[in-house]
C-alpha cells in the first residue's frame, strides 16, 4: 500500500509541476502578444507621425522659376510636395494621391532622362511645359485664400506628404524605361490614344481606355462661346471674298473628324480642317470632347471632360481608389504594359 501511495504522491506531483510549467507558457504567450501589440500601436503612432515631418529622398534637383528665370535647387521629395497639390485637390482619397505622386516622379525622371532642359535645369515650374509647382509657403497661402483654416491645411498637407513619403522612390517603367507620364483632370468615358492628338508619336503604354469618373466632378461639362469672325480667322490661306459671311450656311461649318476615343479630332471651315486640338489652345476649351451648335453670328462648344485626355485621369484616379483600387492597380489601369518599380 504504502508503495502506491508513493506512486501516487509522484504522479500527483508530476502533474502539478506540469500544471504550473504550462501556466507559466500561457502567461509569457500572453504577455508576449500584449508586448507585440504595444508595439504594433506604437508603430502605428509613429507611422501617422512621421507624416508630419518633410523627409527628404537625398537628391538634390534643379528647377527652373518661369517667372523669374531663378533656378532653385530642392530635394526631390519637396518639390514632389510641391506639385502634387499644384496639380490635384489635396482631399482626394490617398490612393489616387500616392498615384499621383508616382506619376509625378516618373514624369520627373523622364524629363531628366531626356535632358529636356539646358545649362543643369532639371525641370520648370510651368505646367504647360512640365509640371505645375509652388513650395510650401505658397501652397498655405492658397489654401488660406480659399478659406481652409489651419487643421484642415496640416491635414490636407499630411496627406501630401504621406503621398510622397509612402511612395518613395516609386517609379514607372515600360520596357526598362522611364515612361511619358503623361495625366489629365478628366475624361468621363474614355481616355485618349496619345497618337490621335500628337500625329507621329505613339507609345505602347499612352492608349484609350474605359474610365469612370464621379458625375459630380464641377469641370465635368463646360460651355465656350466663339464667334465667327474668331472662328475662321484661325484658318489661314482662305480667299474670304468668295464666301458671304452675313450667310452662315455657305461658310459650312462642322465637325469632320473623330479620334477613336470619339473626341473630335478636326472640324471643317469653308472646306479646310482645323484641328480640335488647337481650337482647344486658341479658345481654351477644356478638352476636345465637345458637340457644336452654329449660330448666325457664333459658335457655341459645348464640352465634356477636361484636359488633352492622355494618360491617368484624375478625376478617375479619385473615383477608383473610392471603389478599391490601390495606387499601383490605378497606374496600371491607366499605363498598360507598365512596371512600378523602386
Known amino acids: 500500500?504504502?508503495?502506491?501511495?508513493?506512486?501516487?504522491?509522484?504522479?500527483?506531483?508530476?502533474?502539478?509541476?506540469?500544471?504550473?510549467?504550462?501556466?507559466?507558457?500561457?502567461?509569457?504567450?500572453?504577455?508576449?502578444?500584449?508586448?507585440?501589440?504595444?508595439?504594433?500601436?506604437?508603430?502605428?503612432?509613429?507611422?501617422?507621425?512621421?507624416?508630419?515631418?518633410?523627409?527628404?529622398?537625398?537628391?538634390?534637383?534643379?528647377?527652373?522659376?518661369?517667372?523669374?528665370?531663378?533656378?532653385?535647387?530642392?530635394?526631390?521629395?519637396?518639390?514632389?510636395?510641391?506639385?502634387?497639390?499644384?496639380?490635384?485637390?489635396?482631399?482626394?482619397?490617398?490612393?489616387?494621391?500616392?498615384?499621383?505622386?508616382?506619376?509625378?516622379?516618373?514624369?520627373?525622371?523622364?524629363?531628366?532622362?531626356?535632358?529636356?532642359?539646358?545649362?543643369?535645369?532639371?525641370?520648370c515650374d510651368n505646367f504647360s511645359h512640365c509640371q505645375a509647382f509652388y513650395n510650401k509657403e505658397k501652397i498655405f497661402e492658397i489654401w488660406a485664400s480659399k478659406g481652409y483654416d489651419e487643421n484642415t491645411r496640416k491635414q490636407y498637407w499630411k496627406n501630401v506628404n504621406e503621398a510622397v513619403v509612402s511612395t518613395n522612390g516609386k517609379i514607372i517603367k515600360y520596357n526598362g524605361e522611364y515612361i511619358k507620364a503623361f495625366f489629365h483632370a478628366s475624361s468621363p468615358k474614355k481616355t485618349e490614344d496619345v497618337s490621335q492628338i500628337w500625329s507621329g508619336v505613339h507609345y505602347p503604354y499612352l492608349v484609350s481606355v474605359e474610365n469612370h469618373e464621379a458625375e459630380d466632378y464641377p469641370n465635368r461639362t463646360s460651355q465656350v462661346e466663339v464667334s465667327i469672325n474668331d472662328l475662321i480667322s484661325k484658318v489661314n490661306n482662305i480667299d474670304y471674298s468668295k464666301y458671304d459671311l452675313n450667310n452662315i450656311s455657305t461658310l459650312n461649318i462642322h465637325i469632320s473628324d473623330y479620334t477613336t476615343s470619339g473626341r473630335v479630332k478636326y472640324i471643317e471651315v469653308c472646306?479646310?480642317?482645323?484641328?480640335?486640338?488647337?481650337?482647344?489652345?486658341?479658345?481654351?476649351?477644356?478638352?476636345?470632347?465637345?458637340?457644336?451648335?452654329?449660330?448666325?453670328?457664333?459658335?457655341?462648344?459645348?464640352?465634356?471632360?477636361?484636359?488633352?485626355?492622355?494618360?491617368?485621369s484624375q478625376v478617375g484616379a479619385n473615383y477608383y481608389a473610392k471603389h478599391g483600387m490601390n495606387c499601383e492597380d490605378i497606374i496600371k489601369h491607366y499605363y498598360k504594359g507598365v512596371e512600378i518599380s523602386i
Open 271 to 312: 472646306g479646310n480642317k482645323i484641328k480640335a486640338e488647337d481650337l482647344r489652345t486658341y479658345f481654351g476649351l477644356k478638352s476636345t470632347d465637345f458637340t457644336m451648335e452654329v449660330n448666325q453670328n457664333s459658335v457655341l462648344f459645348n464640352v465634356t471632360g477636361y484636359g488633352h485626355g492622355v494618360g491617368m
Open 1 to 123: 500500500m504504502k508503495k502506491i501511495y508513493s506512486k501516487l504522491g509522484l504522479v500527483t506531483c508530476i502533474l502539478l509541476v506540469l500544471s504550473f510549467v504550462l501556466f507559466c507558457i500561457n502567461l509569457l504567450k500572453i504577455k508576449g502578444e500584449d508586448e507585440t501589440d504595444i508595439e504594433i500601436k506604437k508603430d502605428e503612432e509613429i507611422k501617422e507621425e512621421s507624416y508630419d515631418i518633410d523627409y527628404k529622398a537625398g537628391m538634390t534637383i534643379n528647377v527652373l522659376c518661369s517667372s523669374t528665370g531663378e533656378v532653385m535647387a530642392m530635394d526631390i521629395n519637396d518639390y514632389l510636395r510641391g506639385v502634387l497639390p499644384s496639380e490635384m485637390p489635396p482631399y482626394y482619397d490617398i490612393e489616387a494621391l500616392k498615384a499621383q505622386a508616382i506619376v509625378a516622379r516618373t514624369y520627373l525622371y523622364r524629363k531628366i532622362s531626356d535632358n529636356a532642359h539646358n545649362d543643369g535645369v532639371h525641370i
